[in-house]
């Protein structure tokens, strides 16, 4: 079993839609939580840390539930420029500072 | 500019001469990665270095090195390639490793190495 998971996708969604994608992670002493975006093979770039609280930046909320391991991207009247593969990354308490990432899963906003 | 700056961006090579991929960051940076990337295996860390000369394998180090003289320089090297080394390749900084690692990653645009 892959440490981090989600699914590729992709998700065809209508432009203004709402989509939510989630990521699972094994390792319960997971520290640290992010989801990251990347344009066509180009560098990642981040879009959000996610916070045992949850939290929101404009349009995109991220969760965490630590119970079912497992966190969360919800993308609310999405863009056209939404279109991405969207990457979630763990960091492991005592993992030698190392990032575990998935491998995306990929988006397209169509008109 | 902040900028993690990698060279070459493309490379296309033949299988056991030795190649050096640069990566350079201009912030200040102690910590400091190497990734590759290939399809539906997501990032995978090759190497990363906490600070100047101190340097740790990733999950994927076999047939790299690395070296960290400076604290802004992050070679990546592969002294005999094989085809199975053609992939995607990142480096990356962040401000400080730390634990837990909650510093977000500042990425160059990659380089694309071919092994034939």
């Known amino acids: 079993r892959k440490e981090v998971e989600q699914d590729p996708g992709p998700f065809n969604v209508p432009e203004g839609a709402t989509v939510a994608f989630n990521c699972t992670y094994s390792?319960?002493?997971?520290?640290?939580f992010f989801w990251y975006r990347q344009d066509c093979r180009k560098e990642p770039k981040l879009l959000m840390s996610v916070y045992s609280s949850g939290n929101e930046d404009g349009r995109f909320t991220a969760q965490l539930n630590r119970a079912s391991q497992y966190i969360s991207l919800l993308i609310r009247d999405s863009k056209l420029s939404d279109s991405a593969t969207y990457l979630c990354?763990?960091?492991?308490?005592?993992?030698?500072?190392?990032?575990?990432w998935g491998a995306g899963t990929k988006l397209i906003i169509k008109p | 500019e902040a900028q993690v700056t990698q060279n070459p961006r493309y490379l296309i090579t033949v299988t056991g001469k030795k190649l050096t991929v640069t990566c350079s960051q201009n912030?200040?940076?102690?910590?400091m990665s190497w990734y590759r990337q290939d399809p539906g295996l997501g990032l995978r860390q090759i190497y990363y270095s906490m600070n100047v000369e101190v340097t740790d394998k990733g999950d994927v180090p076999e047939g790299y090195k690395v070296s960290r003289k400076e604290k802004r320089n992050f070679p990546l090297i592969l002294e005999s390639p094989s085809p199975n080394q053609t992939s995607l390749y990142f480096c990356?900084?962040?401000?400080?490793?730390?634990?837990?690692?909650?510093?977000?990653?500042?990425f160059g645009d990659g380089t694309r190495l071919s092994i034939l």
């Open positions: 990354v763990v960091s492991l308490l005592m993992s030698n500072y190392q990032l575990i």
């Open positions: 990356a900084s962040s401000l400080f490793g730390g634990q837990p690692n909650n510093q977000p990653q500042h």
């Open positions: 390792n319960s002493a997971s520290q640290s």
């Open positions: 912030m200040n940076h102690e910590y």
